[in-house]
């Protein structure tokens, strides 16, 4: 399965969002990072203007969002509920950070199961009856002296980590550009050598662990092709300008 | 070092924003992640109301942000300059994912050195001038189809990202050799400069990317401060030959 199959099992449901613009602020979110299904339940102003202009062409993922008038409705065939807090709860689920629970996510929606995300309101987060529906509660470690994430600012957090989890180990990037060959390298170092020795940077009697150090710098860079190009062509013009007579 | 300490090693920097209520959101973002320092480079509009009203009471960040008339001036003292961008550059800096970036500068504040992290603008994001600024480049793995993340948004990922990096449980090892200063670097390249239009490789009114280039090498390589020296001893000595009469 690959990672946008793996993340269409996972939906988003925002439960009595306040304001219309987070509303469509989360479906930007979302849609940023390859989540498509946002579930409205019992919005206190929603369709709105201000959803629309704060969703910013995330057209996709709010012309498809479904609103509903009950949490168990919008909750249906899910086999994984999480909720989103913002602080420890007194009768406590487990608790883990939304790095954690968006692995547990990701391997859910692997098995070809269907998930659920759930934030609370604005100003209260979960009431008592939303965590009972939840077998599982998210919290994004914050500042302790302030803790106030805009709501969909958390749902962007837990986007991008539901992503991270679903496209897996990352990948370094394939060099741009090809590497030079260690024969190129070592060239490059001969030349180099050379050079300091006729402007009198270097003293073959006193070498003093000049040439391991630049080599240590230039490995770090891992030296492309056309860059040892570039380097030879400004040594030769400095032996020019020793050789001068 | 406790974890406050390492991230307020750690700027954001924001470049020519247009909408100050970007820089509310995102000063609240840095808030709820523990991050302090928000400077802002020829920001379009601002102070303004919508700044302070986005900003929800994370005055902290937003009460202490500096206003900076050049990038040089807001980069001053740094040892390292993130990047962010959503796309893929033409002569690419090395890309990493956020996560990567975030372990990287973690790193090198752990190392008791400064570390910027540079926005740039809501609708292009970095210049070419601002890039050259850069050490790194880091990206936001978004879905290819929509990648647009807004800029508070993204603010709100990387901090996270910084956060996560700086309480982990598996902490970076801090480097080895003191990393050369922004200014120290920046010095090396103007004395680099130089020396390559007196050795007539590099003509000022041709500059065919050379200097572009050249950066990037070094910045890959990541020069310490003795590294610094030792080529700067370098350039002098070239200088001196062709100088001579």
């Given at each position: 399965?690959?990672?946008s199959?793996t993340l269409?099992r ?10 219309p ?9 979302m849609q940023?990072?390859?989540l ?17 202009s704060?969703?910013a ?10 609103i ?8 249906a065939?899910?086999a994984l ?8 709860r ?5 608790l883990v ?5 968006a ?7 692997l098995?070809?199961q269907e998930v659920?995300?759930?934030f609370?309101?604005e ?6 009856e939303e965590l ?18 805009n709501?969909?600012?958390a749902?962007q957090v ?10 897996g ?6 060099a741009?550009?090809p ?5 190129e390298v070592e ?8 050079t300091?020795?006729e402007?009198d ?7 003093r662990?000049l040439m391991?150090?630049?080599?240590r710098?230039?490995?770090r860079a891992?030296l492309?092709?056309?860059e040892?190009?570039?380097?030879r ?6 032996l020019r300008q020793?050789?001068?007579?």
């Amino acid at each position: 399965m690959n990672s946008s199959e793996t993340l269409g099992r996972i939906r988003i449901v925002l439960s009595r969002t306040s304001h219309p613009g987070n509303i469509g602020a989360a479906a930007r979110a979302m849609q940023t990072m390859g989540l498509r299904r946002l579930c409205l339940v019992s919005p206190q102003r929603y369709p709105h203007q201000d959803a629309i202009s704060m969703a910013a062409g995330a057209t996709d993922v709010l012309d498809h969002a479904t609103i509903h008038d009950s949490l168990p409705q919008a909750l249906a065939g899910t086999a994984l509920v999480i909720g989103l807090t913002a602080r420890p709860r007194q009768l406590s689920h487990a608790l883990v950070p939304v790095r954690v629970a968006a692995a547990q996510a990701v391997e859910v929606a692997l098995a070809q199961q269907e998930v659920a995300l759930l934030f609370g309101t604005e100003m209260c987060g979960l009431s008592n009856e939303e965590l009972d529906q939840c077998q599982l509660l998210a919290a994004i470690p914050t500042d302790e002296a302030y803790s106030s994430l805009n709501l969909a600012a958390a749902v962007q957090v837990l986007t991008y980590e539901l992503r991270m989890a679903a496209i897996g180990d990352i990948k370094p990037e394939a060099a741009a550009f090809p590497l030079a060959s260690h024969d190129e390298v070592e060239g490059f170092y001969g030349h180099l050598e050379q050079t300091l020795v006729e402007i009198d940077y270097l003293d073959p009697a006193v070498p003093r662990r000049l040439m391991q150090r630049l080599r240590r710098l230039f490995s770090r860079a891992r030296l492309e092709k056309e860059e040892i190009n570039v380097l030879r062509g400004i040594l030769k013009m400095v032996l020019r300008q020793v050789r001068r007579p």
